[in-house]
């Protein structure tokens, strides 16, 4: 588990944890029942920082700067494939043309749209659940399971994967996970999310889960499969669903805010 735990922190983020995993492919397979475990403890880590940002300034700007300090710490991992994701299949090309455009390192207007409005949203609905007196520490609860919800959402494409590129591109790597390491991934998940943010919390993974068919149904009738892109960017939307329905469900009981 903790070899597990080392590879994804070395693959997922800029920290520097100067181990060799012997077989990282291999490591990285059997150890995926724990990927939501490191998504929380990257998430706890953040919302520490976030919680001391909150001492200094005012909730809503902590947020702020909690988002971006996510995105220095895992050096935009999953920004990118967002970004490159909604490049390539908002092009209105050909399939192997997007698939071209998704691996092309350049931003694309789409891509830059994209990375706008998760910022727009993620900020804005910080912002409304701060104005709607949420405690420092429930903010802070909720900060360490989103970064969580980035490894549990792509979690959920593992499931069965069938790599759409060719050559053996990276997400090939990611083809034939156990399901029960999956299952088990995703019911660590739940757990974390009910005893922190309770019935709201599981309802909001239960929305996830049901886009996540949804958006596996899009992408296998699209390319026949995933690629590195595609598995990534649901990271961010996964992020995006389960947020915006935990506030909507916190906000509406509260009658919203002015």
């Not at 790597?173 to 998940?189: L, N, P, Y």
Request: proline content about 1%; charged content about 10%; hydrophobic content about 55%.
């Amino acid at each position: 588990m903790l070899n597990g735990l080392i590879l994804y922190a070395q693959f997922f983020t800029r920290i520097s944890i100067p181990v060799e995993i012997q077989h990282p492919e291999e490591k990285f397979k059997n150890n995926i029942q724990y990927f939501s475990l490191f998504g929380i403890i990257l998430g706890l880590i953040e919302a520490a920082i976030f919680w001391v940002w909150c001492q200094i300034f005012p909730v809503w700007f902590a947020w702020v700067l909690f988002l971006i300090g996510d995105g220095i710490i895992t050096g935009g991992f999953h920004l990118d494939a967002l970004a490159d994701s909604a490049d390539g299949i908002f092009s209105s090309r050909t399939v192997d043309k997007m698939l071209t455009i998704m691996k092309d390192s350049r931003l694309g207007t789409m891509g830059t749209l994209a990375l706008f409005y998760f910022y727009a949203i993620m900020m804005g609905l910080g912002v409304c659940l701060s104005n709607a007196q949420f405690s420092t520490t429930k903010m802070s609860l909720l900060a360490a399971v989103v970064i969580m919800y980035a490894k549990t959402g792509i979690s959920l494409n593992f499931y069965k994967m069938k790599y759409a590129g060719k050559g053996g591109g990276l997400a090939s790597i990611w083809e034939g996970i156990s399901t029960w390491r999956i299952v088990v991934d995703q019911v660590f998940a739940m757990l974390v999310t009910f005893l922190t943010l309770g019935f709201s919390g599981i309802i909001a993974y239960l929305a996830v889960f049901i886009v996540d068919l949804l958006y596996r149904h899009y992408i296998y009738g699209l390319f026949n499969g995933m690629t590195g892109d595609t598995v990534g960017c649901f990271a961010e939307i996964s992020q995006v669903v389960f947020l915006l329905v935990y506030a909507g469900i916190n906000l509406s009981s509260l009658g919203g805010i002015l």
